[in-house]
């Protein structure tokens, strides 16, 4: 059974602030490594990890994946009241129907 | 585009009546999946589908059942509700890898039901 553990669980930080959120995984046989934040509502698509080492970057954002280690990271630098949300990775499977499994999500709090 | 809609927004059942939630969306994908998240638990993929008239079980599949007879619309049945169903349901879709570009799932806004 795969399966998605991040960490920590909840963070509280100030604006300004970097961040580094944590993602192991478990996967029979593993195709990538998604990143996704969720605030209100629908979760949004940040990226998409599949090789080790090549970090990717949007803005403040960025992870980098080890498939060795079988873990990713996230960070978030001089974090904004608007990275308050919940992260959740997630692997895919190389079987059919590219279904994920999720983590339980690192809900993050940045106060000004 | 209206990506990816989930009717209803909220509702409220009573434990044995039955309910379907309806997902819509525009962008031509292939691929189609249910959700469920819970506190803490992050999303559990309750069914799935590959194409038009194709469903899939995926991790929690008991008590739900879903049709896809349109390629744009992917229905999540509940027959007897129970208050364990209580939840949020995730709607979200993606290309097959078959087509070109990325392929990351697009999720609805989420329909917060309440079994009593």
């Known amino acids: 059974e795969d399966k998605v553990v991040q960490s920590p669980l909840s963070l509280v930080v100030h604006e300004g602030d970097t961040v580094t959120l944590n993602c192991s995984y478990e996967v029979t046989n593993f195709r990538s490594l998604l990143w996704y934040k969720q605030e209100k509502k629908a979760p949004t698509f940040l990226f998409m990890l599949?090789?080790?080492?090549i970090e990717k970057k949007s803005g403040r954002l960025s992870s980098i994946l080890d498939k060795k280690e079988l873990f990713s990271i996230l960070n978030i630098t001089a974090t904004q009241t608007g990275d308050s949300a919940i992260y959740l990775c997630?692997?895919?499977?190389?079987?059919?129907?590219?279904?994920?499994?999720f983590g339980g999500g690192t809900r993050l709090m940045v106060k000004p | 585009n209206a990506g990816v809609t989930q009717t209803p927004k909220f509702r409220v059942l009573k434990t044995g009546q039955s309910m379907t939630l309806l997902c819509a969306q525009d962008m031509n994908h292939e691929y189609m999946y249910w959700y469920r998240q819970d506190p803490g638990m992050g999303l559990r993929l309750i069914h799935y589908s590959v194409g038009e008239g194709t469903t899939a079980k995926g991790e929690v599949p008991d008590g739900y059942n879903v049709s896809r007879l349109k390629k744009q619309n992917f229905l999540l049945g509940l027959e007897s509700a129970a208050p364990s169903q209580t939840s949020v349901y995730f709607c979200a879709s993606s290309y097959s890898r078959a087509d070109p570009g990325s392929y990351e799932q697009y999720f609805g806004p989420g329909t917060r039901l309440t079994v009593t």
């Open positions: 997630a692997v895919e499977n190389n079987n059919a129907g590219n279904m994920l499994t």
């Open positions: 599949t090789s080790s080492g």
